[in-house]
């Protein structure tokens, strides 16, 4: 049985991903440093798998509990998705940012050269495209610069990656998703926001819950169909399975370079008012909202061309926009 280190693997794509390795008969072993996830999330993937995960709570970018855990420990392959990203917040502290984000992949980059680990598979998002200048984003759009911190630690990412591939011989594929939202089907396993949301999905399903008083639609006056500005929103369970098949490709040897990337998205770009509209039909429930001023940093439009990864990976997104609402309804039901 081949055992994956999921670091972040408390996390919202984190524990979705360990859900479906553990279907797909991997051994997991976690390592998350609960800054931003709680310990309970453990247990509730146990309740959905019925094999409880091993779990070490580790600071990746402390180096000395990072190399004495794989001393410790044979792994076979690593997703890593422990990262800050809040946008916010990477623009007023850089500096965390950097450390946290670029320090931990460096250490465990090291590491996987000294322990002959092969299979990387590297948590990234379509904002390290920057703004895009055409839509739909393939692989082969120009990388413009990141608008925000937290992005640049994606692109510099990437590099790091690509360099040490290349430098030692290794396999690393980056997933750069979209918009990721919903929550498992048990609802045992869902977004946890800290504080108010600041994301679309979870802030709907709060307002509906009661927790927040209305939902703000930052702005109607895009040049869309209705005004309000369009994602590419993914249910994260497709979007767990996408490290699945990654994984499984490198493992296959039929990578086609040392380092891939591949865009994670539906292909399909939904407004704002669309994603209300679905909601009120998954769930029969009825939003309170209102228009108000664009969000400062808010782009017009972005969507995933997803073609790259339906011919390499062979993956698609099985789950409507509707299915990931509803899914998150009753994830948020259990919350309140
Ligand atoms: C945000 C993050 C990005 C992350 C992505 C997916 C920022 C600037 N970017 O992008 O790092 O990868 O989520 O998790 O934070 N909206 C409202 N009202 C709200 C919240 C959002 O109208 O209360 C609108 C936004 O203006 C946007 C859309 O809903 O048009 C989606 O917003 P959001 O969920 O925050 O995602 P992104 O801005 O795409």
């Known amino acids: 049985m081949k055992k994956i280190l999921v670091t972040g693997g408390l996390g919202f794509i984190g524990s979705h ?16 440093n609960l800054s931003n996830s709680t310990l309970s999330v453990l247990d509730n993937i146990t309740s959905i798998t019925g094999t409880k995960p091993e779990f070490h709570n580790i600071d990746l970018h402390n180096k000395k509990a990072v190399q004495s855990f794989f001393k410790q420990n044979n792994i076979n392959g690593i ?22 984000n670029l320090g931990s992949l460096v250490y465990l980059l090291q590491e996987m050269k000294e322990h002959k680990i092969d299979h990387f598979i590297f948590s990234s998002s379509c904002m390290a495209y920057g703004t895009p200048e055409k ?3 393939t692989e082969k759009t120009p990388t413009n610069k990141a608008a925000s911190v937290y992005a640049n630690t994606k692109q510099i990412g990437e590099e790091i990656i690509q360099d040490s591939c290349k430098a030692y011989n290794k396999n690393a594929i980056a997933l750069r998703y979209f918009n ?16 108010v949301p600041q994301n679309l999905v979870p802030f709907i399903t709060q307002t509906a819950a009661g927790i927040r008083e209305q939902l703000l639609v930052f702005g109607n006056d895009y040049d869309t169909i209705d005004g309000t500005a369009i994602r590419d929103y993914i249910h994260v369970v497709d979007l767990a399975n996408a490290h699945i098949v990654a ?15 591949f865009n994670i998205g539906t292909g399909k770009g939904s407004t704002v008012l669309e994603v209300i509209e679905a909601f009120e039909k998954a769930t029969g429930k009825t939003l ?24 390499e990976l062979k993956w698609k997104p099985e789950k409507s926009l509707e299915q990931a609402l509803f899914d998150a309804w009753q994830w948020q039901k259990k919350q309140s």
């Not at 991903?17 to 998350?32: A, C, F, P």
């Not at 994984?247 to 990337?261: C, D, G, M, S, T």
């Open 79 to 100: 997703i890593h998705f422990a990262a800050y990203k809040a946008v916010g917040e990477s623009m007023d502290n850089p500096l965390a940012y950097y450390e946290n």
């Open 180 to 195: 990721p939202i919903g929550a498992h089907e048990s609802a045992k396993i869902g977004e946890l926001p800290n504080g």
């Open 135 to 137: 839509l739909p984003i």
């Open 247 to 261: 994984l499984e490709r490198l493992f296959n040897k039929k990578n086609k370079a040392n380092f891939e990337l």
């Open 288 to 311: 309170n909202y209102k228009i108000t001023e664009r969000r400062s940093g808010d782009i017009q439009e972005i969507y995933a061309d997803p073609t790259l990864a339906n011919n």
């Open 17 to 32: 991903t360990v859900v479906e390795l553990q279907k797909n008969g991997y051994n997991v072993v976690i390592i998350d």
